[in-house]
């Protein structure tokens, strides 16, 4: 289902930027949102040329190429364990609608995070980002790295500053079916939609280069953590049925249905199947904060662990708005 490429459809190149593409990366600028019949447009031909701009500029160059700079291998530092890339969830360096959009994240922080239990400010955010999906090490606050991204999180920004909401800014909404998912099914959408790419044993494809990924892996001790947001299966389903497979679903004309996404997603991370790095500790500390698909308990209900981690979510739901309650996820 390449994760890492950019998807097709409505895409405009704004400009290049030979660090931001070095090396083999794609060419950032993209479409961003359709905000009612509005079509909002990043430029990063726009980039100031001064000492900000500079950091704009290498917070791009990193979103893309993220392991070349500071990967396993990384030239400037060592700080993720796999050689995965920000662009792999966050397409088109963020700016991608349904595609864990990033427009809003320098204005939406500092907040409140459930999965921590306290208010995090946007640098905590990025590591989180850091050590979940990539498995790594935090960056130092006050390093190049972490203030490229910063930079990078607000110049984008400035592209949404004014508009409370836009198509794509939160993920694709779906319907949930009345049976829970089915790794199973899943296992049959995924060799027929997603092995060509990802791999039959889920390994993704590395680059001849051997500095990241053509397409990444979507488990295995060289994927992203249990805890990550992809890990969760609503999470994971909505964002597959806005953008996988890559060159069939298109901006607004998903291939999958609601049903097929979450069964996909299931498979994908089905924990008694497929491995995933080794984690210490879990996330969210109040049981009445926990996403409905997050499956490590104790839970604020009677549901059990397999039925919040594949559903049926229907019952879940209707018991926390039973109790006057918003259930997240």
Not at 124 to 150: A, K, Q, W, Y
Not at 301 to 312: E, I, V
Request: glycine letters at 8%; hydrophobic letters at 35%; a neutral charge.
């Amino acid at each position: 289902m390449g994760l890492a490429i950019i998807a097709a459809g409505m895409v405009f190149i704004a400009c290049t930027n030979s660090e931001a593409r070095m090396p083999g990366g794609h060419h950032p600028g993209a479409v961003v949102a359709d905000a009612g019949d509005t079509l909002v447009l990043v430029d990063t031909s726009a980039i100031p040329h001064d000492k900000f701009g500079e950091a704009v500029r290498y917070g791009l160059a990193l979103m893309y190429n993220t392991a070349y700079y500071i990967g396993p291998d990384g030239i400037n530092g060592k700080y993720t364990r796999n050689k995965m890339n920000c662009t792999n969830c966050h397409q088109d360096g963020g700016t991608k609608p349904f595609s864990f959009n990033l427009l809003m994240s320098h204005a939406s922080y500092p907040q409140y995070r459930a999965r921590e239990g306290k208010v995090l400010d946007l640098a905590e955010r990025v590591n989180n980002c850091v050590t979940h999906p990539h498995n790594g090490r935090p960056l130092p606050l006050d390093s190049r790295e972490m203030i490229g991204f910063l930079s990078y999180l607000k110049w984008i920004n400035s592209y949404a500053i004014g508009k409370k909401t836009f198509k794509g800014a939160r993920n694709l909404e779906l319907s949930f079916p009345s049976e829970a998912a089915d790794p199973n099914r899943g296992r049959d959408i995924y060799v027929s939609n997603c092995a060509r790419c990802h791999g039959q044993d889920g390994a993704g494809k590395m680059r001849d280069d051997n500095v990241t990924y053509t397409y990444p892996p979507l488990w295995g001790l060289n994927a992203y953590q249990p805890g990550s947001s992809m890990h969760r299966i609503i999470k994971a389903a909505q964002w597959i049925k806005a953008n996988m497979p890559y060159d069939k679903s298109t901006f607004g004309k998903p291939l999958l249905t609601d049903e097929e996404a979450l069964d996909v997603a299931a498979f994908i991370n089905d924990d008694q199947l497929h491995a995933r790095p080794y984690v210490k500790s879990y996330d969210y500390p109040n049981p009445l904060e926990k996403a409905i698909d997050y499956d490590r308990g104790p839970f604020a209900d009677s549901f059990s662990a397999l039925q919040h981690k594949y559903g049926p979510y229907g019952p879940i739901i209707q018991s926390y708005k039973d109790k006057g309650m918003k259930p997240a996820y």
